[in-house]
């Protein structure tokens, strides 16, 4: 029969000769692991860090990387070949600026009725994305980058990981589904964001960010994580837009 476990710590636990098809592993730390002689057939990783994973050798984020480059050439647009340099930095972050103009250009032109749907259960709508927009540039602004007390901006949408998060209680308090509301609040961040980012130094950029931030660890990291998760989502965005058209024959 089979069996769930959860909330459990297993840490260094060996699995030998055992069957697992058809398990599934959510939520759950796999760093540090290794399979060794395994029947991967059809096997699915979705929404995972894998860093440094290798298959037979290869770095799998590596060819990920370079795949999802080929197909979006944006990603290596606005990828910053030093995060130290104010100079390139401000470079990345003025290209960022076109590609939102460019959003909000196809949010206006987009029809209204697809903005508040989501495609499938798995995926956020259009309006969600943008509303996590504006939570994501308020995070890394005000809590990361001035670590000042700011309130947060009622419109933000956060993610699941941090629904019971207290800190967090006022994100979203006040949401709306009015693309110009939401497109005006957005912009007034991003404004405050480019003030920063126009006089910003490279001892600035190399400031310490750990004990705050989710991972990117210094100011400059910051600055490109908030490119690379703006081309991300506004990506999901057209996707919905473009899957939900397709189902209604558009």
Request: aromatic content about 8%; some cysteine; glycine content about 6%.
């Amino acid at each position: 029969m089979s069996e769930t476990f959860e909330n459990r710590n297993m840490a260094g636990v060996v699995f030998h000769n055992v069957n697992l098809e058809g398990a599934v592993f959510d939520d759950v730390n796999l760093s540090g692991g290794r399979i060794h002689n395994a029947n991967l057939t059809n096997f699915n990783i979705e929404d995972a860090y894998i860093k440094g994973l290798t298959v037979f050798g290869f770095r799998i984020d590596e060819l990920i990387e370079a795949e999802l480059d080929r197909r979006d050439p944006e990603r290596g647009r606005l990828r910053m070949a030093d995060c130290f340099d104010p100079e390139c930095v401000r470079a990345v972050l003025q290209h960022l600026g076109e590609v939102r103009a460019g959003f909000r250009t196809f949010l206006r032109e987009a029809d209204p009725a697809l903005l508040s749907t989501r495609p499938d259960p798995e995926n956020w709508s259009v309006i969600e994305n943008l509303r996590h927009l504006i939570f994501a540039e308020d995070l890394y602004l005000n809590r990361w980058l001035l670590q000042n007390n700011e309130p947060w901006c009622k419109l933000g949408l956060r993610p699941a990981f941090l629904a019971d998060n207290p800190n967090y209680a006022e994100v979203g308090s006040q949401p709306s589904e009015d693309i110009e509301t939401l497109l005006a609040a957005w912009e007034a961040i991003h404004a405050h964001m480019m003030a920063f980012v126009a006089t910003v130094s490279a001892e600035e950029l190399h400031r310490d960010t750990s004990k705050l931030d989710f991972g990117q660890g210094t100011a400059g990291r910051v600055l490109q994580t908030l490119a690379r998760h703006d081309l991300e989502h506004i990506r999901q965005a057209e996707a919905a837009v473009a899957q939900l058209s397709q189902s209604a024959g558009r």
